[in-house]
Every structure is written in structure tokens, then in C-alpha cells.
């Protein structure tokens, strides 16, 4: 049930039919897909595999967004702060927004990148120490189960740390930076572009995370 109401949700930016900010909405978690329009983000084009952050991450927010809303489990009304591929925000654009909504929390989902394309490893970040920290540890341990893109064993860690994004430090509710994994790394850029089941454990993972720290 919970696949199914996902990929319903995937569906819609799939065929682009959102095509701003969920404007005037008021939710209890805010997904803050990175990047955006102009920015690509992180960007692995190579054995024939071509892939930016910023789509990635929007169809991981989709799927985390179904499997939030969806009335097998704890619901949640879930406000984004871009809906489109096409949307170029600033951090101010994104807090801004964020604040707007009267949300519990905001999680920024992102992919990570490096020159090296063996790196591989799952992160959060946050902002001011008592407003964060205790959901970025939350939302990390959950990360921390992923199965390696090896297909053994889980994904590796760096231990969360405090990073001076105004995402972070200007959002009035707790807020992380979800560095979920490598979009640079080989296998995890295979897995990615083979269809969603990489994207469907991540959001799982971040909906683990998010149901742990609100209850």
C-alpha cells in the first residue's frame, strides 16, 4: 500500500504536473528538495549514465511525500519547497518559505558529490544545536540502514555535523541537511538510473527518520 501511494505521488512530477511551490500550504514537515532550475547540484555523466541532483532528489521527495500522506501510517500534511525541476530557489527563498508554513520540521534532501568515484556514504547536517541537532542524529540513524550500493552490508557514515547554511540557521523549526548518499559514486549512480527502487529506499529511510522524530 504504502509503494503504491508513493509511486502515485511520483507519478505527478514524473509528468510535470506541479509546477511551483506548494503555495499557501500549511504542514506539519516541509521536504526541501535541493537545488533546482539553473542549479544542477551534484552531476554524474559518465558510462553512458547522465544524472543531476536536483532530479534525483525531487523524486526522492515525491515518493518520501506519499509515503508521508498516506493513510496506512501516520499521517502527515507535507508542504515543498519546490515542486519542479524547472524552479531555481535561493537558501532565502527556501527558508523563507519554510517559515510560512507552520511546519514541525524541515528536512533539505540532497545527494552528495566527489571527485572520487568510489566515495559513497550517508550524512546529515545541522544548523543551531538545540533547534537541530537531535532531529539530524534521528534522521541519520535511520539513514544509517540503507543497504550499500555494493549490496553488502549497510551504506558507510560520517558521523552528522553543524554546517552554516541559512536553510539551517534561518528556518524557525528544527531543520536538517540530508546528505543521503553519492550520486558521483559508480554503483549508486547504476542503481539510480535503473529505475526507483535506490530512490524508494532512501525516502523509506527518511520517512523512518521523520515518523522516529515526531513521535
Avoid at 25 to 50: E, F, Q, R, W
Avoid at 61 to 86: E, F, H, I, W
Avoid at 114 to 135: E, I, P
Amino acid at each position: 500500500m504504502l509503494v503504491g501511494a508513493a509511486m502515485a505521488a511520483l507519478v505527478l512530477v514524473m509528468a510535470g504536473a506541479a509546477g511551483a511551490q506548494d503555495i499557501g500550504c500549511k504542514g506539519d514537515i516541509v521536504l526541501d528538495p535541493g537545488h533546482g532550475g539553473t542549479d544542477m547540484g551534484a552531476v554524474y555523466d559518465k558510462n553512458g549514465i547522465s544524472l543531476t541532483e536536483k532530479a534525483e532528489v525531487l523524486e526522492v521527495a515525491y515518493l518520501l511525500k506519499g509515503l508521508l500522506q498516506d493513510g496506512y501510517g501516520p499521517y502527515y500534511d507535507v508542504c515543498m519547497t519546490r515542486t519542479a525541476n524547472s524552479e531555481t530557489l535561493s537558501n532565502k527563498d527556501r527558508y523563507t518559505y519554510a517559515n510560512t508554513t507552520g511546519a514541525k520540521i524541515l528536512v533539505s534532501i540532497h545527494m552528495n558529490g566527489s571527485s572520487s568515484d568510489a566515495t559513497d556514504y550517508t550524512t546529515t547536517l545541522f544548523g543551531k544545536w538545540q533547534k537541530d541537532k537531535a532531529l539530524a542524529l534521528t534522521v541519520f540513524n535511520s539513514l544509517s540502514a540503507l543497504p550499500s550500493a555494493s549490496g553488502t552490508g549497510t551504506i558507510a557514515t560520517r558521523k552528522p555535523y553543524s554546517y552554516a547554511s541559512g536553510v539551517l540557521l534561518k528556518s524557525n523549526m528544527p531543520a536538517t541537511i540530508a546528505e543521503t548518499v553519492f550520486i558521483t559514486n559508480t554503483r549508486e549512480a547504476q542503481l539510480l538510473s535503473a529505475g526507483t527502487t535506490r530512490h524508494q529506499q532512501i525516502a523509506a529511510a527518511l520517512e523512518q527518520g521523520i515518523n522516529n522524530y515526531l513521535k
